[in-house]
């Protein structure tokens, strides 16, 4: 019914045989993982590995629909690697870090449309996250540089988390007026609170996780609903809690 997807984190699940078992256990079938996977990073892996993971992959019934890149958009050649490994295993989106950096440079403009580009030859989603830390921190900002590479990138992250940390209604004062709601792919499903940003769990804190997802599916939403580590110690048990605590705001909805 809903597109429920998970990043497991390496505390929890080591491996790509681990990360795919918690998965299963978790029932959910959509996985995100980063570009370092079983000690190696995606884009360096030899054919034979990267047969090795479609392979898994294929025997598990599992699909990778987000891959969180690790090197900033001016390095090309990274990028043109992971792509065609992307490509092979059959991944949907690929998210594109930001950095730490509190101003926005045309070196980023000029290197997000090139990953843009390539992207659009493999038919892969490229897609921005907003960061509390970085020069996508509010809705205008994310605005910004969408209206730079709106014909070439495809669609945003919406993280409520992330706004909860600057103290800004992630419902109220971002995605309300936002002309980008069109553009979520991803809704991360976390929450926390003003007093110190501290997380907790779904609903229990002033992210508006209820209101987001309501209004994103009375808008047709066909993205996913993400499950990332966002509490420090994260292990299985958070996981479940996590995940069954918004089945619960679902299905009160």
Do not use: W
Not at 1 to 17: C, K, T
Not at 81 to 92: N, P, Q, S, T, V
Not at 108 to 132: Q, T
Not at 151 to 170: A, D, M, S
Request: charged share 25%.
């Amino acid at each position: 019914m809903y597109n429920f997807s998970i990043l497991v984190d390496d505390g929890v699940a080591g491996d790509l045989q681990s990360k795919i078992e918690i998965c299963s256990r978790l029932m959910i079938g959509n996985m995100e993982v980063n570009d370092r996977l079983d000690g190696s990073c995606i884009a360096d892996c030899s054919g034979e590995q990267i047969e090795n993971i479609r392979n898994l992959l294929i025997r598990n019934n599992k699909k990778i629909v987000l891959l969180n890149c690790g090197a900033y958009v001016t390095e090309q050649e990274y990028y043109k690697k992971i792509f065609r490994k992307a490509h092979l295993l059959g991944i949907e989106n690929i998210n594109v870090p930001v950095g730490k950096n509190d101003k926005l440079d045309e070196a980023f403009i000029d290197g997000l449309k090139s990953v843009c580009e390539i992207g659009a030859s493999y038919g892969i989603g490229i897609l921005l996250e907003n960061s509390s830390c970085s020069f996508l921190s509010t809705e205008k900002d994310v605005s910004q540089v969408y209206k730079k590479v709106r014909n070439q990138c495809t669609g945003l992250i919406f993280n409520p988390l992330e706004f909860v940390r600057l103290k800004r209604h992630p419902f109220f004062h971002m995605f309300y007026n936002s002309r980008l709601k069109n553009d979520i792919r991803f809704l991360r499903v976390n929450d926390g609170l003003f007093l110190d940003g501290n997380p907790v769990f779904p609903a229990k804190g002033n992210a508006e996780i209820k209101e987001l997802a309501s209004i994103l599916l009375a808008r047709g939403f066909k993205g996913y609903f993400s499950f990332s580590p966002y509490f420090k110690n994260m292990n299985i048990n958070i996981y479940m809690e996590v995940i069954e605590s918004f089945k619960r705001l679902l299905m009160e909805m």
